[in-house]
């Protein structure tokens, strides 16, 4: 079992930056994948970005150079550092950890991008 906690979500400007953190915790070695997805009011979850356990990286191509996901070298913290925001890019940002068939979630944190 893996448990994930989300924080830095906010209220931002339009070309502002905001740092999202996610903690797991429980059997993190067994993770092979961590990811941010996000959930616009009305809209499907979607992937923003990914990275797996050799650092491969992956995102949305609605965010390229605009993100930036990463971990610590523990592999028990990932972020999403989100550059340039935009108002589209509000919703609700969820991390998830992949370990063999399982998906595991967090609640969430809101990210809110308005002047």
């Known amino acids: 079992q893996v448990q994930l906690v989300e924080s830095g979500g906010g209220l931002v400007q339009p070309g502002g930056s905001l740092r999202l953190s996610c903690s797991a915790f429980g059997s993190i070695f067994s993770i092979y994948c961590m990811a941010w997805y996000r959930q616009a009011p009305g809209n499907q979850r979607e992937l923003v970005a990914s990275i797996t356990s050799t650092g491969n990286t992956n995102y949305a191509d609605s965010v390229k150079g605009r993100f930036s996901i990463s971990e610590n070298a523990a592999k028990s913290m990932v972020y999403l550092q989100m550059n340039s925001l935009k108002p589209e890019d509000t919703a609700v940002y969820f991390c998830?950890?992949?370990?063999?068939?399982?998906?595991?979630w967090g609640r969430g944190t809101q990210v809110t991008v308005s002047s």
């Open positions: 998830n950890a992949k370990m063999s068939t399982l998906d595991f």
